[in-house]
């Protein structure tokens, strides 16, 4: 989860570096190729439980949707509101719209560690976005995104967030009714990237106008798309999706990185500070659980034998 976390957190930045293209374009040629790729990876698993997939065709309908919604909403809030922000509020938004579906859908309860680790998250994150909204003002540099409309941005930064808790929680649920990662992901992301053909017909012209475009499409498409959804499905097989989403607040942390580092935007010591408060909410949700200490009688104070 924290190894695709970092791949995912490399996307607002490549996007940055083709700002010749739309972020629909952007958003559909990476998810749709990427999801593509899942599907013909996992082709020969998802024939084998073509069953079991039929069998839970509302979740996957439900998944495969909002993977076609998601990165419309994610790329065009970082176009509006800046890389560090639409990263923020996209990802950052997300561990809560996963716990209500969980809550709501599937009763699952919460356990006090997912609740303090995501908060420390959520504090993390929202001091970062409170951190560029306060010294709003990038230097100028190469692909550098400032935020030209932040409350539409920051908008579309939620619905983005929720739909990535909505495709998160179907996989996690296909999985939980014991189908392999690979396929669930395949078909999940494969339905998805079918849907999102249209907008890249529509919209994808200026990728292949300049050699730039095409180079950081690809790279979206296949490393943080395929190989991080790949990463992702593991993890979702052995975590909740309330979890994963939590884990995946790295990204910001990252984006916000890359965005100071390679794009040139500010990031004052609050934006740090952020930073370090959302860290410390990840080794909070990662640390092994405590064993429990037995005292020198034994087990609950019973005597040894």
């Known amino acids: 989860m924290l190894a695709a976390a970092l791949l995912w957190g490399t996307t607002g930045t490549a996007a940055a570096l083709a700002p010749g293209v739309g972020p629909l374009a952007v958003g559909a040629a990476a998810m749709g190729v990427g999801g593509l790729l899942q599907a013909a990876a996992a082709h020969r698993g998802m024939r084998a439980h073509r069953a079991g997939l039929l069998a839970q065709w509302r979740t996957l309908a439900v998944s495969a949707a909002a993977v076609a919604v998601y990165p419309l909403a994610f790329y065009t809030s970082m176009r509006l509101a800046g890389v560090a922000v639409g990263t923020v509020v996209s990802i950052g938004s997300a561990p809560v719209a996963a716990a209500l579906v969980e809550r709501i859908v599937d009763r699952q309860p919460l356990s006090h560690r997912w609740a303090l680790g995501a908060a420390a998250g959520l504090l993390g994150v929202l001091t970062l976005a409170v951190a560029r909204a306060v010294d709003a003002g990038p230097a100028p540099g190469p692909g550098t995104a400032a935020g030209t409309h932040p409350a539409l941005g920051i908008a579309l930064g939620l619905a983005a967030g929720l739909t990535y808790a909505l495709y998160s929680w179907g996989a996690a649920r296909l999985m939980r009714r014991g189908l392999p990662s690979r396929p669930v992901m395949g078909a999940i992301f494969g339905l998805g990237g079918v849907l999102l053909l249209p907008v890249l017909l529509l919209t994808g012209g200026p990728i292949v106008a300049a050699g730039p475009h095409v180079a ?6 296949v490393v943080p798309m395929f190989l991080g959804y790949v990463l992702f499905g593991r993890g979702l097989g052995t975590v909740a999706a309330s979890t994963a989403t939590a884990l995946s607040l790295l990204e910001p942390a990252v984006a916000a990185a890359l965005a100071v580092l390679v794009l ?19 080794v909070v949700l990662t640390a092994p659980p405590r064993a429990p200490r037995l005292s020198a009688r034994g087990s609950w104070g019973r005597a040894a034998p």
């Open 264 to 282: 040139h935007e500010r990031l004052p010591a609050l934006g740090w500070a952020g930073m370090g408060i959302l860290l410390a909410g990840l």
């Open 216 to 221: 950081a499409v690809a790279y979206l498409a």
